[in-house]
């Protein structure tokens, strides 16, 4: 056999092994690039509003609380999480909330309650009058990811309003003062999973 023969039959058998370790991965990898679906338990998300919008919303007498079982405290309002579904790795899916939040002024209100996440479309839903309402857009960019335990914890993520809520808040109150993509504020998820 040749030279050249024996090195053309080397060279293609070291490519075949290394497209066969390819394929295989190592023994920690099962070759799905994303991880499973998870059902999420519990525990809560916290929005800290932007402190620009607090101020603007104060200088126009529009007051925002909790409804239960939603809270407020120094860090923010906390919705519980009672529901949905993510995908462990890419956390694509939804995350389902209880309680919402009653926006004021002038003897009118709006009430906004039953938030989901949506990580597929970067949005947050609510019901306000029994329809289902787009009311923010979630901004998963430069979000940080780590874990405590059997929690998955999500800081960073950031919100903006979308243009038919700001319309909505405007014709209740009679106002200008909520525009499309005005910073609402930081969100910080804290969810378990089945």
């Not at 009653?102 to 989901?116: K, L, M, Y």
């Amino acid at each position: 056999m040749s030279r050249i023969l024996r090195l053309t039959l080397a060279l293609g058998l070291i490519v075949a092994l290394a497209l066969v370790v390819a394929a295989c991965g190592d023994d920690d990898d099962d070759g799905d690039d994303t991880g499973g679906e998870i059902t999420l338990t519990g525990v809560e998300t916290t929005l800290s509003l932007d402190s620009t919008l607090a101020a603007l919303l104060e200088r126009n007498d529009v007051t925002v609380e909790p409804i239960a079982p939603a809270s407020a405290s120094d860090d923010g309002i906390t919705f519980p999480i009672t529901g949905g579904t993510i995908d462990s790795e890419t956390l694509v899916g939804t995350i389902e909330h209880a309680g919402g939040l009653r926006f004021s002024a002038g003897g009118e209100e709006v009430a906004v309650t039953d938030f989901v996440i949506d990580t597929t479309n970067d949005t947050l839903t609510a019901t306000a009058g029994g329809d289902q309402l787009r009311l923010l857009a979630v901004n998963l960019d430069d979000f940080a990811r780590s874990s405590d335990g059997d929690i998955i914890l999500l800081e960073g993520v950031t919100t903006t309003l979308v243009p038919e809520a700001a319309v909505i808040l405007n014709r209740t109150f009679g106002v200008v003062l909520f525009e499309e993509g005005i910073e609402v504020g930081d969100v910080t998820i804290r969810a378990s999973a089945a």
